[in-house]
Each structure stands twice: as structure tokens, then as C-alpha cells.
């Protein structure tokens, strides 16, 4: 059963920050171990030694050489450094062929890379005198870790329990029966019986590393509890909604957290004045700020916007220029926006600036440090997001007391109530349909509540009272563990 001494947690995963970071996932092994280390669990990270990480920031210890990999058409070597970040400790597997490239993802063969990540980690297991109580498996590309796992009663690792968290069930990592037959993944594809009323699953839905995580898994998890229920449904299941209905008893949703250290407007280097939930009234020299670097009138009374995001239809920008040109006209708003993405959503706003070059600002950048200062600067963070899972966005502008206006969507709705026409509760404003109507009444709902300044600041000091650090995620994240590795110890002993 779940043992009583320090839990071993092994958590693998694509990305972390600040190593190789490309979207959510990179924050959130960026963080939940060293939370989950404080929470007294041993957790160590695995992840490939890419070639886009800078290894001039790094002064790892290799600790086994040339280990002996089977693969089709001829085994393959691997060396296995060991690097302490964060005080985390981060096994990095490095294999030039797959791993020696400049970005981490977008490759054709992506998904042969990453079952080989999963295969030279199992190859290493048995040399790493490190045996998990729990192996946390993150998004697509470390479920074949727990379908290998399966299929491995002689690993050291077998007995661990299995947890494995989706991110994103949009990205999958498909792949046809010839790639599953060449690499013996045959076996591992059997889908559990569908649920009551449901048909049976077909052949080719369980054709991914999304599928074999969710098949594998003793627990499955998702990054908010609304995101949970609505991936069981065919709007939001991605093709997959069937498979998670069939393992629906085992699936559960846990919301994110982000790094309180990395993300502390009482600190934070990129901003020009620093301030607290007791100090917010300092907070009005970063909106001037803000507005300078811009080239934006310093208008105290003008309720500046921010966008924070990548710049898809997913994340909604695209209802952004359409809802909010009447809005602009009046000239009760501003809007800075910072991102890149689709080449359609640049133009609308780049169009959008155009005709309003003195109340809108748009930066196709990737800046984080410009991303610190629209969250401590604007009045209004906008996330009008189609589908979230969790997202970061909101809960740093809370953090930084920018009142979030979003979609009622996944961990959005788990984490933005709408203050209503009282402004007495609730920490920032919702809306329900992705269309620019909806998205204008709310903005137009945020720009009155804003001439209401003492009910205004109430509510930004209430979202930057709340605790949405890591911690709290850790001790949810700790029990499901304990699910996981009783669960797995139950089916050893029948």
C-alpha cells in the first residue's frame, strides 16, 4: 500500500522551465515538483536533453554512458545527465538524433521521439538506484511511458502507480497501426469496455499517446475540474470523449497553480513600481507606465485592456477586434495586446490599431518581461478563450491585481467569478457564447464598473487575496498519488 516514509515521484514531461519552455506545460513542471519537494515528496524530473535548451546555463554530471536502447532496425544509445534546477533534481537523456534539434516540438517524427524518450527512460530505470512509488505522466508524449509500463512486468518501475495528467487534449499524438506494429505497441491498444449507452470504441481512436495515457493510467487528471467534465462530452472530447467517458471513474480535475516567487508584484524586476494587496494604490504608477510604452495617452480614466496570449482562434483574440471597435470609438478604452500566432488574427489587429493608432497598441512578440508589465499595468485582462484547460493568464493578472474578464470555459470558470451589477462579490467578469457581442457587453459592463473606483479596488483586492500559488495544487496532487499507488498495489496482490 501507499508507503509511509517520503513518497518517490518520477515526473516526466516534454518541457520545463526555464530549461525548454513552449507553453503551459513548461510552467507547470517548472513549479508542481519543487512544491510537491516542499510538501516532502522526493520528485525527480525526466525529460530530453533538447538541443534547444542553452547549455551554457547548465553544469549537469553525466551519470551513465551509452546505455543500450532496443528500437527497430537496431539499438539505439543514450547518455543520461543529471542537473539540480530549482532544487529540483532532472535527468536529461541525450540522443542527437532526436533530441539535438533547435525547437522542441514540429517535427514529423515527433511521436517516434518521443516513444523513445519514453523507452531510453525505461532503459535507464534499472542503473538510477531511484525506484518511484508514482510515475506522473504529462500530456501526449509520456503517455507511451505508461503504456510501456504495461507492457513491462520486469521493469523496476512496475509497480509504481500511474498518474497521468492532460494538458491539452487538442494535441494527441496520433499515429497509424503500421507505427504501433513496427514499435510493439500492438498490445497496449485494447480500450476498456464503453461506458452504458455508449457504442463501442473504434480501432483507429485509440491510435495516439493521449489514448495510451488515458488507457494506462490508474488516474487520469485535467487541469481544472470544469475542463473534466466538459472533455466527456463530444464539443470539447476532441474524438476522445468516448474513451474518457469509458474511464470516467477515474478521471478527476486539480486547477493549476503559478510560481508566487517568479510571479509577486511586490518584487518583480520588470516592472517600475512594485506593490501589494495593502499598497494597491501604488499600482497606478505601472498603468502610466505601461501607457508610455505604448504610446498611449496617459488617461487615469481610460480603462486600459490587456491581451497576454497567443494570438489563435483557441484563445478567442480573434472576437477581439470586432467587439471591441465601438468600444474604442467612444474612447472609454484602451487595449495593449502582446503575442504571436495566426497570420489572420494579426491582421484584424494590426487593423484594429490602425484606425484607432491613439487607443490601441499591438506587439507580435514573444517578451515576457513586457507581459509582467501589461499585468501590472492594465485595468482589465482579457481572456475570451473558445476552450481552456486551466489557463495561466488569469490567474497571474489576479496575482497582479488586473481584473480578469473571460470566458465562461474549463479552469476559467473555476477561477473567475463574475462580480454581477453589485460588484460586492467575485473577482472579475464573465460571459457565455464566443461572439463579439457577448465579449462587447462584458467589456462594456468592465468599463462602468470601473468609474465606481472604491468597489473597484475592493474587487482587485479580493483576486489578489486569494491563494492560487502551487501549494494548494500540491496537496490535492499528493492525494491523488496515494489513489494511484494503492490502487496499483491492489492489482499486484490479485
Known amino acids: 500500500m501507499f508507503p509511509e516514509g517520503p513518497l518517490n515521484v518520477l515526473f516526466a514531461s516534454i518541457e520545463m522551465s526555464p530549461l525548454a519552455k513552449v507553453g503551459g506545460l513548461g510552467d507547470v513542471a517548472g513549479s508542481l515538483p519543487r512544491a510537491l519537494r516542499e510538501a516532502g515528496a522526493d520528485v525527480r524530473i525526466a525529460m530530453p536533453m533538447h538541443g534547444a535548451i542553452d547549455r551554457t546555463v547548465l553544469s549537469p554530471r553525466k551519470i551513465l554512458d551509452d546505455v543500450k536502447v532496443p528500437w527497430p532496425g537496431g539499438d539505439e544509445r543514450v547518455d543520461l545527465w543529471t542537473e539540480e534546477v530549482r532544487g529540483v533534481p532532472v535527468y536529461l537523456i541525450e540522443n542527437r ?29 534499472p542503473h538510477l538506484g531511484f ?90 487528471n485535467t487541469v481544472s475540474a470544469t475542463y473534466a467534465r466538459e472533455i466527456l462530452t463530444p464539443e470539447y472530447g476532441a474524438g476522445l470523449d468516448p474513451l474518457l467517458r469509458a474511464r470516467a471513474d477515474a478521471l478527476s480535475g486539480i486547477v493549476n497553480g503559478i510560481d508566487y516567487d517568479e510571479f ?9 513600481q512594485h506593490y501589494d494587496a495593502d499598497s494597491i494604490g501604488l499600482r497606478a504608477a505601472n498603468k502610466r507606465a505601461l501607457q508610455q510604452e505604448a504610446g498611449l495617452p496617459q488617461d487615469d480614466e481610460a480603462v486600459l485592456f490587456g491581451v497576454v496570449a497567443r494570438l489563435w482562434a483557441q484563445k478567442g483574440i480573434d472576437l477581439v477586434p470586432p467587439a471591441f471597435g465601438p468600444l474604442l470609438a467612444s474612447g472609454g478604452a484602451q487595449l495593449a495586446v502582446l503575442g504571436t500566432g495566426d497570420e489572420a488574427v494579426h491582421a484584424a489587429l494590426l487593423d484594429l490599431e ?39 493568464g488569469q490567474l497571474i493578472s489576479l496575482r497582479y491585481g488586473a481584473v480578469p474578464l473571460v470566458r465562461r470555459t474549463g479552469g476559467l470558470v473555476d477561477t ?64 491523488l498519488y496515494r489513489e494511484a499507488s494503492d490502487e496499483q498495489a491492489a492489482a499486484a496482490e490479485l
Open 354 to 392: 490602425r484606425r484607432h493608432p491613439h487607443r490601441v497598441k499591438v506587439w507580435l512578440a514573444f517578451d515576457p518581461p513586457l507581459g509582467q508589465r501589461i499585468y501590472a499595468g492594465c485595468d482589465v485582462f482579457l481572456m475570451p478563450s473558445r476552450y481552456e484547460p486551466c489557463g495561466l
Open 264 to 272: 509577486n508584484p511586490a518584487t518583480d524586476p520588470a516592472i517600475t
Open 131 to 220: 525506484t518511484p512509488d508514482v510515475v506522473h505522466a504529462q500530456d501526449w508524449h509520456t503517455g507511451f511511458l505508461l503504456a510501456r509500463l504495461a507492457q513491462s512486468e520486469d521493469s523496476p518501475w512496475s509497480g509504481a502507480g500511474r498518474v497521468y495528467t492532460i494538458h491539452n487534449l487538442g494535441l494527441q499524438g496520433n499515429f497509424d497501426e503500421a507505427f504501433a506494429h513496427r514499435h510493439g505497441l500492438t498490445s497496449a491498444l485494447t480500450p476498456p469496455p464503453p461506458a452504458e449507452g455508449d457504442e463501442g470504441l473504434t480501432a483507429e481512436s485509440v491510435l495516439s499517446g493521449m489514448a495510451l495515457g488515458i488507457i494506462h493510467a490508474g488516474r487520469v
Open 97 to 125: 538524433r532526436y533530441f539535438g534539434r533547435e525547437t522542441v516540438y514540429g517535427f514529423d517524427d515527433d511521436p517516434e521521439r518521443f516513444l523513445f524518450f519514453c523507452d531510453a527512460l525505461l532503459a535507464c530505470a
Open 416 to 479: 473567475v467569478q463574475d462580480a454581477g451589477t453589485d460588484l460586492q462579490s467575485g473577482n472579475g467578469f464573465t460571459f457565455g457564447d464566443a461572439t463579439p457581442e457577448e465579449l462587447r457587453e462584458a467589456a462594456e459592463r468592465a468599463v462602468a464598473a470601473f468609474a465606481r473606483r472604491d468597489a473597484w479596488r475592493a474587487m482587485q483586492e479580493r483576486g489578489m487575496r486569494q491563494d492560487w500559488s502551487w501549494g494548494r495544487a500540491a496537496s490535492q496532487y499528493l492525494a
